[in-house]
């Protein structure tokens, strides 16, 4: 077995694969850009290399530092983890011209599926399906255009080397083609290196359904079930579960099949993912394969008792796989949720910044896959996840509902993220319900947007239980001060008003040992351990265990709890007649302003001062998070003034243009 394994990325796949290669004794050596040097998986690592500059061109992607790690360190191998230089070719070629073992398939594999043009060229001559498409060369727009007309609207531009979302462009009409066309090249030739994009038909109403696959250097080759990752933003997987609900276990032995045959029609080794695209009479397209390891492959271990980065491990030495497709196992369902610097109440905008405080979840069936700690730099220059929150449980609705918890226990602090939107996902009645869930899913349930879950009862009674029961401890504590001018203590009773989204609620209580709780005329318990200062108010509330996310603020709370964030205030009787009186702040209008909705780089500029836009105009395009940005004017207007430039880097909300009012 080898003895060290040099981990070429970052992150939480890096920690991940550290985490693994503890456990069999395998001795690991990260590497790290200068904005990683402080990074979880520098530490966790035995050894640490330094590759250069934040950007991944300058570290990351760069192979000839890699390779020179490995000959300084004696790392015999090395995982690549996902994205980065998982799926070049000519990277693993370069290991092999060096002895070097890459944990991963074949070079040839990945030429073969690694390029979305030639994968289903290869896929048809497999007997596999596949989507309707042009997959040639593709000379210019004007091409595009002809070409998208021929497959019929609606099609999809995809990036040939794109991958985790990237690179991808639906397009409904000729103008969007024209839009769009050279934006995908321009991803593709950013995050991959090849600017070559292909058109397929897009197929409405579809479901994401993918094969896990697994091989070893001996020719065999088995399926690990289905993940569905039907749940995306703008092509990104949000959500994703195994098994999938939709798919009956013919269909399993249908896709699973096809995939087997699929990788070893291209001598596929190691781990790697054959996606589907699944129509709503069960019929199923090949889309594409990825020759590495995915981001969700922890559902799969979860469902089938395997650890996936051993098993690469395993074969990259040789080793065989150790069992067969009868010996696969199915145990119970698991979700994923993946846990964002985003916001989701500003479009979805990347946050960066520090983590204030960090605190996951824990305890039976849950897993938190994370290259971050509480201290930790959530930076401009890679993807912005925090954490994989991953459920298991035996039926898939207790793994919804232990995922709604762990998701209520998440504590995120410094920057922004999307815990409130997937814990509104996971109370969605058509979620739960697992049959309607489309790709289409969170375009056609927050067709404006997501502005939190709205209040059940249940949860507003547990919000105004917990802001009392906070206050009244804040109380008590303020009573016990020393040298209060009365000599007294401060003095308060045992009625409030908690004002909660705009309603007063009437609230007597009383802590005899646990809380007494007289909301609106209803009589309620409450029993806690909660303490001055936390960020988690875990407790009981009849019976029934709650837990919110509290932050002080000058006059209450921001309680979040099951997918929205409250602001409350906790008055005496006679503060909150007063408060009524108090004319309400008006916030200032913004709207003669386009601001940069993110930190990122202004790539172009489609206006200029005098020029007069109309709505839905593109105005300007600012890439961040290795993502391009089309923003377009709300209204029409002229330009006064253009405040920005091409290549600038700009913060959140910093003035790009200014409109004549």
């Not at 061109?57 to 790690?69: F, G, K, N, R, T």
């Not at 024209?178 to 991803?187: H, I, M, S, V």
């Not at 922890?298 to 395993?314: F, N, S």
């Amino acid at each position: 077995m080898f003895t060290k394994i040099l981990i070429a990325n970052r992150g939480e796949i890096a920690c991940r694969v550290i985490r693994t290669c503890r456990k069999m004794g395998i001795a690991t050596v990260a590497v790290y850009s200068d904005a990683d040097a402080g990074a979880l998986h520098v530490e966790m690592a035995d050894e640490a290399v330094r590759l250069g500059p934040p950007p991944a061109a300058e570290s990351y992607l760069l192979a000839d530092a890699i390779i020179a790690a490995c000959k300084a360190t004696g790392a015999q191998a090395v995982h690549p983890g996902y994205g980065f230089l998982s799926e070049r070719a000519a990277f693993a070629e370069r290991l092999a011209a060096e002895g070097i073992a890459f944990i991963g398939p074949p070079a040839s594999a990945i030429a073969a599926m690694g390029d979305k043009i030639e994968s289903k060229k290869l896929a048809r001559a497999a007997g596999v399906s596949v989507v309707p498409g042009f997959v040639g060369e593709i000379d210019d727009t004007d091409h595009a255009v002809r070409i998208a007309s021929e497959i019929g609207y609606p099609v999809m531009m995809k990036a040939s080397a794109g991958g985790g979302g990237k690179g991808m462009r639906l397009a409904w009409s000729e103008t969007d083609v024209r839009d769009g066309f050279e934006a995908t090249k321009r991803e593709g030739l950013a995050s991959f290196g090849d600017d070559r994009v292909f058109i397929e038909k897009l197929i409405e109403q579809p479901r994401h359904i993918e094969i896990q696959l697994l091989g070893d250097t001996q020719g065999n080759i088995v399926y690990l079930n289905e993940r569905d990752c039907s749940i995306q933003r703008r092509h990104q997987k949000v959500v994703e579960e195994a098994p999938s609900p939709f798919v009956t276990p013919e269909m399993r032995k249908a896709m699973g099949e096809q995939a087997v045959a699929l990788a070893r029609g291209v001598g596929y080794t190691s781990a790697g993912t054959v996606e589907f695209i699944a129509g709503a009479d069960r019929s199923f397209y090949f889309l594409e394969m990825n020759t590495r390891l995915q981001v969700e492959h922890p559902v799969t271990e979860a469902i089938t008792g395997r650890d996936l980065v051993e098993d690469m491990i395993r074969v990259a030495y040789g080793e065989p796989l150790g069992f067969t497709q009868a010996d696969v196992r199915l145990d119970g369902h698991a979700i994923e949720t993946r846990v964002y610097a985003e916001d989701p109440y500003r479009g979805f905008l990347p946050s960066i910044g520090r983590l204030a405080r960090l605190s996951p979840p824990s305890g039976h069936g849950v897993r938190v896959d994370t290259g971050v700690v509480e201290g930790s730099e959530i930076s401009m220059f890679y993807d912005p996840m925090i954490a994989k929150l991953i459920t298991h449980a035996p039926t898939r609705a207790e793994a919804i509902a232990l995922q709604a918890k762990a998701l209520d226990a998440y504590l995120v602090r410094g920057i922004s993220h999307n815990i409130d939107f997937l814990a509104a996902l996971m109370r969605h009645p058509r979620f739960i319900a697992g049959e309607q869930v489309t790709t289409a899913f969170i375009a056609e349930e927050y067709p404006d947007g997501f502005h939190g879950r709205p209040l059940d009862d249940d949860t507003r009674t547990a919000l105004v239980a917990a802001a009392a029961a906070m206050h009244a401890t804040a109380a008590e504590r303020a009573q016990l001060i020393d040298g209060q001018l009365n000599g007294q203590g401060a003095q308060f009773g045992e009625d409030w008003v908690v004002q909660l989204d705009g309603n007063d609620h009437v609230v007597n209580i009383v802590d005899a040992g646990g809380f007494q709780l007289d909301i609106d005329g209803a009589e309620h318990d409450l029993t806690s351990d909660w303490r001055f200062g936390e960020g988690l108010f875990n407790g009981k509330l009849d019976e029934r265990d709650i837990t919110i996310a509290v932050d002080p603020t000058a006059t209450g709370y921001r309680l979040t709890a099951a997918g929205f964030s409250h602001v409350v205030r906790v008055l005496t009787p006679r503060a909150a007649a007063l408060a009524r009186h108090m004319i309400a702040k008006v916030a200032p209008d913004l709207s003669r302003f386009l601001l940069c909705p993110m930190p990122g780089l202004i790539v172009k500029l489609d206006v200029k001062a005098g020029d007069r836009v109309e709505p839905g105009q593109q105005l300007a395009t600012v890439e961040a998070m290795k993502m391009e940005n089309i923003l377009r004017a709300e209204k029409a207007a002229t330009v006064k003034e253009v405040r920005a430039k091409a290549g600038d880097s700009l913060a959140v909300d910093a003035v790009i243009l200014e409109f004549e009012v």
